[in-house]
């Protein structure tokens, strides 16, 4: 038995700091936290000093069981998490919960998981820092007290199973006014000028008007004027400039680059920059720090002289904006800056060299730059034209790397030719072009993420699973709207002619932007209405900085949440009591048939439609709001459209053919076979012919192409690309091969070739129990019975599980059916007395 015992918090950690340490340590993993607040009541006692109740998950029994009978035998326990509020938490829990001896238990921090780094932490080892778990105490219990009482008093008063968190609502409130902004939004028309010349020598460039004209009229009217005109060159300047590199990455400038020019989700970020740490790869990922430190900067200095030069090394230090920025880690860098790139997951590669070049870059010399302006003068106007130029003339750092940029709108200035003063120049054109303004624009993960970061509401480790909560609690969604063609103007002088022509542009895409669902705008308004102070910005910006004092041991956290809780209880009390049931209901008109109200609002499974109310004699009617719909945008008329469906359009080959409009979309019912109709087709006008169509396309796509073991093969194209389907079993086709001619030794191959991989992945199958064990993806396996799946982790050596165990394990965490008691006549004649 090992002399040490290291606990860290996953396995792929425990597996790299294992590389660095002799025989005497045994390194270990508690898989995240092992404790937390319980699951089904608040776990907090508010009626004294808000102490937490944590208890043991019944999933980390096992891993608690096995580090205490290794820290018992161990003479020496070193905890190892993170370096920040959440790793420091797990620590004190792991002392807490494993009762270790303090004389024999040590606390080490470090940034990155390299060989030196492990060993100065080991000898340099100190106590639990209490200021930094009450700061994540103080998270935990707040962010506990808001959602556990306000998501009641939303079911109650909005709709049964929704949530609300201190900074998810916040996060939604931003999206919700922003959509609000875009909504009201009036776009107004100009006309932006712009013109192409060339100099003597016959080297052409684009020149702009300074200004726009607000009519056409305007605009024609200054084309006219440059009828026969001459230009020259009225005035010419050159400038020296330089441009700097932006500092190495924190989590938030980690995930918006990512973002940008990866098209990664923040999560995803998050989750390959997990792995590139635990790896040993970068240091730690969750940090709001600048800074490198002197081990880093030597490291890039010299892989900077190595590659480029020593002309391209300029090693500086950066100072953070960040609010409230958290314990002082390291910015996000490499671990070995001579390794340029690394040999892992595609994904993480790309992630891995967009942080080198970043952290790199931020220690090269500026790019030296000569900026060129030119004003272009006429002989009929007083109006002069402008070109704006910019040469490298020492690149600097962007021989490595160049910033991303959110704004749409910005140029990209190019080289000007030579020119000199009253050079004579000759136009190819002049256009006057319809510009109109555009509204705000949504947000991405990333720009949310900014704007979190801009205001101080929530710290690096919250961004990705806020915006990832908002969205699988479905108050927002991701946008798939490819836009619509707004018609525009162009007037362009060619020659001695002005010529008129009708264009248009794309606009109003939301693809990949979040958009507030229904649900999440009534919510949003509830919330608001209700409980401003919880939605204020400065109030959420506020905690942060109280976090912030409790870690730095300026403030007493048990403080904190009685000051706060005095105020909050009793305004959740009396919502609860005395608000209106909120439901987003908008009055449309009258049903011409009935004479009823019509109205739209959220209903128990979603938006919907609804003619009457229940105050009416008959019942009212209802039809559920499709994709693409919304409370506040749908018109009466696309209301009272929706109860023309289902619609029966006639029959072939002896079945009923149905139009009708499901949650997935619109589509065709015949017989048992659903056909959803293209994108952007009207279901209202859909008839028999067309339905026909649709149906043959379908029996035709699902036709057998190949009969293999007595069995068809079928082909299709899904989320992921085009498949055979064989025996319920989906063969992914890859590019290699053409997949409209696919030949019959092809379809044999692939199939084959499916069919060996469903059995290699098998490790045992009990056919018997109807049980069998199979490998997983990231090292894992799963246990598998009928409809339960059981997820093991990578510590589990599935290839020594017995069935005895297995048995074991689905007992333990096979989900339990829910059994309905009965209610007594005496239990039901308490509770009449009580009310």
């Known amino acids: 038995m090992a002399k040490n015992l290291v606990i860290v918090e996953s396995p792929a950690k425990a597996k790299t700091i294992e590389k660095f340490l002799g025989k005497d340590y045994t390194v270990e993993s508690s898989f995240g936290h092992i404790a937390d607040l319980p699951a089904k009541e608040l776990g907090v006692d508010v009626d004294g000093d808000f102490t937490p109740k944590y208890i043991v998950s019944k999933d980390k029994k096992d891993v608690v069981k096995k580090l205490k009978d290794l820290s018992m035998k161990a003479e020496m326990v070193w905890l190892a998490s993170d370096e920040d509020?959440?790793?420091?938490?797990?620590?004190?829990?792991?002392?807490?919960?494993?009762?270790?001896?303090?004389?024999?238990?040590?606390?080490?921090?470090?940034?990155?998981?390299?060989?030196?780094?492990?060993?100065?932490?080991?000898?340099?080892?100190?106590?639990?820092?209490?200021?930094?778990?009450?700061?994540?105490?103080?998270?935990?219990?707040?962010?506990?007290?808001?959602?556990?009482?306000?998501?009641?008093?939303?079911?109650?008063?909005?709709?049964?199973?929704?949530?609300?968190?201190?900074?998810?609502?916040?996060?939604?409130?931003?999206?919700?006014?922003?959509?609000?902004?875009?909504?009201?939004?009036?776009?107004?028309?100009?006309?932006?000028?712009?013109?192409?010349?060339?100099?003597?020598?016959?080297?052409?460039?684009?020149?702009?008007?300074?200004?726009?004209?607000?009519?056409?009229?305007?605009?024609?009217?200054?084309l006219q004027k440059n009828i026969g005109a001459t230009f020259k060159v009225g005035e010419l300047t050159k400038k020296p400039a330089k441009k700097s590199p932006a500092p190495p990455f924190t989590t938030s400038t980690l995930q918006q680059e990512a973002s940008r020019k990866l098209y990664f989700s923040v999560s995803r970020t998050m989750t390959m920059a997990q792995r590139l740490y635990e790896a040993g790869l970068i240091t730690y990922m969750r940090t709001d720090s600048v800074n490198l430190s002197t081990e880093a900067q030597n490291g890039a200095k010299a892989e900077i002289v190595s590659a480029y030069g020593e002309e391209y090394s300029k090693p500086r230090q950066y100072k953070g904006k960040a609010?409230?920025?958290?314990?002082?880690?390291?910015?996000?860098?490499?671990?070995?800056?001579?390794?340029?790139?690394?040999?892992?997951?595609?994904?993480?590669?790309?992630?891995?060299?967009?942080?080198?070049?970043?952290?790199?870059?931020?220690?090269?010399?500026?790019?030296?730059?000569?900026?060129?302006?030119?004003?272009?003068?006429?002989?009929?106007?007083?109006?002069?034209?402008?070109?704006?130029?910019?040469?490298?003339?020492?690149?600097?750092?962007?021989?490595?790397?160049?910033?991303?940029?959110?704004?749409?709108?910005?140029?990209?200035?190019?080289?000007?030719?030579?020119?000199?003063?009253?050079?004579?120049?000759?136009?190819?054109?002049?256009?006057?072009?319809?510009?109109?303004?555009?509204?705000?624009?949504?947000?991405?993960?990333?720009?949310?993420?900014?704007?979190?970061?801009?205001?101080?509401?929530?710290?690096?480790?919250?961004?990705?699973?806020?915006?990832?909560?908002?969205?699988?609690?479905?108050?927002?969604?991701?946008?798939?709207?490819?836009?619509?063609?707004?018609?525009?103007?162009?007037?362009?002088?060619?020659?001695?002619?002005?010529?008129?022509?009708?264009?248009?542009?794309?606009?109003?895409?939301?693809?990949?932007?979040?958009?507030?669902?229904?649900?999440?705008?009534?919510?949003?308004?509830?919330?608001?209405?209700?409980?401003?102070?919880?939605?204020?910005?400065?109030?959420?910006?506020?905690?942060?900085?109280?976090?912030?004092?409790?870690?730095?041991?300026?403030?007493?956290?048990?403080?904190?949440?009685?000051?706060?809780?005095?105020?909050?209880?009793?305004?959740?009390?009396?919502?609860?009591?005395?608000?209106?049931?909120?439901?987003?209901?908008?009055?449309?008109?009258?049903?011409?048939?009935?004479?009823?109200?019509?109205?739209?609002?959220?209903?128990?499974?979603?938006?919907?439609?609804?003619?009457?109310?229940?105050?009416?004699?008959?019942?009212?009617?209802?039809?559920?709001?499709?994709?693409?719909?919304?409370?506040?945008?749908?018109?009466?008329?696309?209301?009272?459209?929706?109860?023309?469906?289902?619609?029966?359009?006639?029959?072939?080959?002896g079945e009923t053919i149905v139009v009708n409009n499901g949650r997935f979309g619109p589509y065709v019912r015949f017989g048992d076979k659903f056909v959803s109709l293209p994108k952007g087709e009207d279901p209202l006008e859909v008839n028999l012919d067309r339905a026909i169509v649709l149906i043959d396309e379908k029996e035709k796509a699902d036709a057998p192409i190949y009969t293999y073991e007595n069995l068809p093969v079928q082909k299709g194209k899904g989320r992921f690309g085009p498949f055979l389907k064989w025996n319920n079993m989906f063969i992914n086709v890859s590019k290699k091969y053409d997949f409209d001619n696919l030949t019959d030794e092809e379809i044999v191959h692939l199939i084959e070739e499916k069919k060996q991989k469903e059995i290699d992945k098998v490790i045992h199958n009990w056919e018997e129990e109807g049980i069998r064990v199979e490998k997983a993806r990231w090292g894992r396996s799963n246990i598998i019975q009928g409809k339960i799946k059981i997820e093991l982790p990578k510590t589990v050596d599935a290839t020594k599980l017995t069935l005895d165990k297995v048995k074991d394990l689905i007992e333990k965490n096979a989900p339990k059916k829910k059994t309905t008691k009965k209610k007594t006549t005496a239990k039901k004649k308490t509770t009449t007395k009580k009310k």
Do not use: C
């Open 85 to 222: 509020r959440e790793g420091e938490a797990i620590a004190w829990h792991l002392a807490e919960t494993l009762k270790l001896d303090k004389a024999k238990t040590r606390r080490i921090v470090f940034h990155e998981i390299t060989k030196n780094a492990i060993l100065k932490a080991i000898e340099n080892p100190r106590t639990i820092d209490y200021n930094l778990v009450n700061a994540q105490q103080a998270r935990r219990v707040l962010d506990r007290l808001v959602g556990y009482e306000l998501s009641p008093v939303l079911w109650r008063k909005v709709k049964g199973g929704l949530s609300a968190g201190r900074v998810q609502s916040v996060s939604v409130r931003l999206i919700v006014e922003r959509e609000r902004e875009i909504t009201s939004f009036n776009p107004e028309a100009s006309y932006r000028i712009d013109a192409e010349f060339s100099n003597e020598s016959g080297k052409s460039f684009k020149a702009k008007l300074p200004k726009n004209f607000k009519t056409k009229e305007e605009a024609e009217a200054f």
């Open 323 to 653: 609010k409230g920025a958290q314990e002082a880690h390291e910015a996000i860098r490499p671990t070995d800056f001579s390794r340029h790139t690394v040999n892992v997951d595609y994904d993480q590669q790309r992630l891995y060299e967009l942080i080198w070049k970043r952290a790199i870059a931020s220690q090269m010399s500026d790019a030296q730059l000569e900026r060129t302006n030119v004003r272009i003068e006429a002989n009929t106007h007083n109006e002069h034209f402008t070109a704006n130029g910019e040469m490298i003339k020492f690149e600097g750092f962007l021989k490595v790397y160049l910033e991303g940029n959110d704004d749409e709108d910005e140029e990209q200035k190019g080289i000007l030719p030579q020119m000199k003063v009253n050079e004579t120049l000759y136009n190819a054109y002049i256009s006057a072009t319809e510009r109109f303004t555009r509204p705000p624009s949504r947000y991405t993960e990333a720009s949310l993420v900014k704007k979190l970061e801009e205001l101080g509401i929530g710290r690096p480790s919250t961004y990705a699973p806020t915006i990832s909560t908002i969205q699988n609690r479905n108050y927002v969604e991701k946008g798939a709207k490819e836009g619509e063609l707004r018609p525009y103007v162009q007037l362009m002088l060619s020659g001695d002619t002005v010529k008129e022509n009708k264009l248009s542009e794309k606009v109003g895409s939301d693809k990949g932007k979040l958009i507030p669902t229904d649900v999440g705008v009534v919510v949003n308004d509830f919330l608001v209405n209700h409980f401003s102070a919880i939605l204020d910005y400065n109030f959420t910006a506020k905690v942060e900085q109280d976090f912030d004092e409790i870690a730095e041991g300026q403030e007493d956290w048990t403080h904190v949440m009685k000051e706060f809780y005095e105020e909050f209880h009793p305004r959740v009390e009396d919502v609860a009591q005395n608000a209106e049931r909120e439901v987003g209901e908008r009055i449309l008109g009258e049903d011409p048939a009935s004479g009823k109200v019509v109205s739209v609002r959220l209903g128990k499974f979603g938006p919907m439609v609804q003619i009457g109310t229940a105050d009416d004699e008959d019942k009212p009617k209802f039809a559920s709001l499709p994709p693409g719909q919304t409370l506040s945008s749908i018109t009466f008329e696309e209301a009272m459209d929706l109860f023309q469906l289902p619609k029966e359009l006639g029959n072939y080959k």
